[in-house]
């Protein structure tokens, strides 16, 4: 369809695609979202929702850096792996609800909780710093993630079972670009390896609660430490830089991400997360 210019097509009319409030359809369409026989339905939900949580809250972090990236190259890719992982939320979310009983939307999940009511890791919701610092975080986030997912291609679930394996595609690339920069940084100039040396510092404190199982949770975290410890061994050793000895960031009375507990830094993001569409309920553009 042509337009006599590029407003036009993002009137109603023209049924436009974009952000909050455009109208997407349910990323689950079509599917059978019925939960198979033996399954906590209402488990099945929350773990859903806790790894919606974990890519929505990354994204919007990755999101930041558009515009911010040392080179062009890279403003896109991350670009990109945000929107992967804003992708693989909306099909979490969307099964999140239908799991549970719900039926409540991805946008529903986005864009109506408080703050306590988001279980992600609380390392998706770090951010500020400079790019040693997203480096550090993202190969992080994406090691840990790719394996988790990679178990969850055999889940009894089958809708949980195809957006692993969707994910895991994804996430090969985004743990690969991380590794790359990694290493090119580490075993770069003195100032670029002083600077990711700082990143993983950042990040480290923050590693332990990837791998403390949560009673919801349907994967034994801690059985994924090997195999996240093995590629980090490798990638560190050739970015010749060292795991940092920081110790880690405790929760309050045991509780953390998954419970609801999160960063001081949590709160600003869901704020700017969620403006848009709490200073207009309901609003279509």
């Excluded at 975080?137 to 969850?152: E, G, H, I, N």
């Excluded at 394996?165 to 994804?170: L, S």
């Excluded at 770069?188 to 403390?212: K, M, N």
Aim: aromatic share 8%; charged share 25%; glycine share 10%.
């Amino acid at each position: 369809m042509s337009f006599d210019n590029v407003y036009e097509s993002l009137t109603e009319e023209n049924d436009a695609r974009w952000a909050f409030g455009t109208g997407f359809e349910d990323p689950l369409s079509g599917m059978d979202t019925s939960v198979p026989a033996g399954l906590d339905a209402a488990a099945l939900g929350a773990y859903c929702l806790m790894l919606g949580d974990d890519a929505l809250i990354f994204s919007h972090r990755l999101q930041e850096w558009v515009t911010n990236a040392p080179e062009l190259e890279d403003e896109v890719a991350v670009a990109n792996i945000a929107l992967d992982l804003l992708g693989q939320a909306r099909l979490l979310l969307a099964r999140a609800g239908k799991a549970d009983g719900s039926d409540r939307t991805e946008d529903a999940f986005a864009f109506s909780r408080a703050e306590h009511e988001f279980r992600n890791v609380r390392l998706a919701e770090l951010g500020g710093g400079h790019f040693g610092h997203l480096i550090a975080r993202l190969f992080v986030f994406s090691t840990w993630r790719l394996a988790l997912l990679q178990r969850l291609e055999t889940s009894a679930d089958p809708v949980l079972a195809a957006i692993a394996a969707k994910g895991v595609k994804e996430l090969t690339y985004h743990r690969d670009y991380a590794a790359q920069w990694l290493i090119r940084l580490g075993d770069g100039t003195e100032l670029s390896h002083e600077r990711v040396q700082e990143g993983l510092a950042e990040v480290w404190p923050y590693v332990g609660e990837l791998f403390t199982t949560h009673p919801l949770e349907l994967v034994d975290a801690a059985t994924l430490r090997p195999e996240f410890d093995a590629v980090v061994d490798q990638v560190f050793a050739a970015a010749t830089v060292e795991r940092p000895e920081t110790g880690a960031v405790a929760g309050v009375s045991g509780r953390m991400g998954r419970d609801g507990v999160h960063t001081e830094k949590m709160g600003f993001l869901v704020g700017e997360l969620q403006s848009v569409a709490r200073a207009m309920p309901g609003a279509t553009w």
